[in-house]
């Protein structure tokens, strides 16, 4: 390929043309730079040092000097709200709306903040009343989750569903897993009610927006089982194991009081162990444990627990072997014995708590959603120990 002369002077023209295009951006910069107030550097100086409280102040300067920025009042506004300062940044906001030269864009972003202020401030019926009116605009997607929370703060599920729907159908992510939770709550609430037959419609609907809920499962079991069909609820009961395994010690319980009910208890053990030989769980443990004890004896149930310790060594796991060494254990070595367990329950009680998978809250009772973060199913179905020892 032959070199063309013209690639010689082409570079120089290029140069020249980057050279004036750098200096005409500098001289930009240089005159925004200089319209901009001293406070704002000084403001945003101090915010790079980690020194809120004198940053605000210096914003404050900013928007007193100059009521036109608004950018300025919505980064003052979220100051103050992440402070807690929500009465603040309420004002800060409403001052902005009740400009009448504000632009629309600008007028909307000013809803939306104004909205947050209330909802961090647990105004609820304002926040919603906020809300509502963004629905439709630009703000529509951030609207609707706002709206999504409050209702599930007020325990307002039928309401949470139809929010969670119209998220879903704006192209904002799956909801099913939530809608299904959401029948669920409100199915529970007609199961206390003693309103089986919409208890039982609500939780078709929750199983048609997620045919893996388990939750879902084991209410409808419970619903057969407050109808009377025993054998119904057990073969509901059953259908854990294959949504998830791991959640059938949630259900464990109820499997074996249920083949207590209709005289088949050696047949609910059996199934139990099935069950724990596919994943360890000492919740499982627990209850075929006891289980045992009444069908097979003392001797049976502690080789049990330790046939499952030496699989999966923990010291929930010993602590049980203690608590069944206890129970035939001659009189010279028992209040050894008991002194050891003592210690051990008194550290695995630390231990024996569910933990969620998102921000880390530990519970000692299972929950469907998170106390701390308000997620759903984020809690694994085997407690803290069991957990690190998988890992």
């Not at 914003?59 to 980064?75: C, N, Q, S």
């Not at 009116?133 to 139809?162: F, H, M, P, T």
């Not at 609430?189 to 919409?198: F, Q, T």
């Amino acid at each position: 390929m032959e070199f063309e002369i013209w690639w010689l002077l082409a570079v120089p023209v290029f140069f020249g043309l980057g050279w004036i295009a750098a200096r005409v951006d500098i001289k930009q910069l240089l005159s925004e730079s200089r319209t901009l107030p001293r406070a704002y550097f000084k403001g945003l100086n101090l915010l790079l040092n980690d020194q809120p409280d004198k940053a605000i102040d210096a914003f404050i300067e900013i928007v007193t000097l100059d009521p036109e920025t608004a950018d300025m009042h919505f980064a003052l506004g979220n100051l103050f709200r992440r402070r807690g300062e929500i009465e603040r940044a309420i004002r800060v906001h409403q001052n902005l709306l009740a400009r009448p030269d504000l632009p629309l864009e600008q007028r909307t972003q000013a809803q939306y903040e104004l909205g947050m202020d209330y909802l961090k401030a647990g105004l609820l019926d304002r926040a919603e009343e906020t809300f509502n009116g963004l629905v439709e605009g630009s703000y529509s997607v951030q609207a609707r989750r706002a709206l999504l929370e409050i209702y599930q703060r007020e325990k307002e599920w039928r309401r949470a569903i139809d929010a969670a729907a119209g998220l879903q159908s704006s192209g904002a992510g799956a909801r099913q897993k939530e809608i299904a939770q959401f029948y669920c709550e409100l199915a529970q609430d007609a199961l206390v009610r003693s309103d089986l037959a919409d208890a039982m419609a609500l939780l078709d609907k929750a199983l048609h927006a997620d045919r893996n809920s388990v939750r879902a499962t084991i209410l409808l079991g419970d619903v057969l089982l407050a109808q009377g069909d025993v054998e119904g609820a057990l073969a509901i009961w059953k259908r854990v194991e294959q949504q998830s395994v791991p959640h059938v010690a949630l259900v464990a319980g109820r499997l074996m009081d249920g083949y207590r009910r209709v005289g088949r208890p050696q047949e609910g053990v059996n199934l139990l162990r099935s069950y724990l030989a596919e994943a360890s769980s000492i919740d499982l443990v627990e209850v075929i444990f006891k289980a045992m004890i009444e069908l097979d004896g003392v001797d049976a149930a502690k080789q049990l627990v330790l046939d499952e310790l030496r699989r999966n060594p923990t010291l929930l796991g010993l602590d049980k072997l203690l608590e069944a060494r206890l129970m035939d254990a001659p009189a010279h070595i028992w209040e050894e014995l008991s002194m050891v367990k003592n210690l051990i329950h008194g550290y695995t009680a630390k231990l024996a708590r569910y933990q969620c998978s998102h921000c880390g809250f530990k519970a000692r009772q299972y929950y469907w959603q998170c106390p701390g973060c308000s997620r759903w199913e984020t809690y694994p179905p085997r407690r803290t120990e069991e957990l690190t020892v998988m890992n």
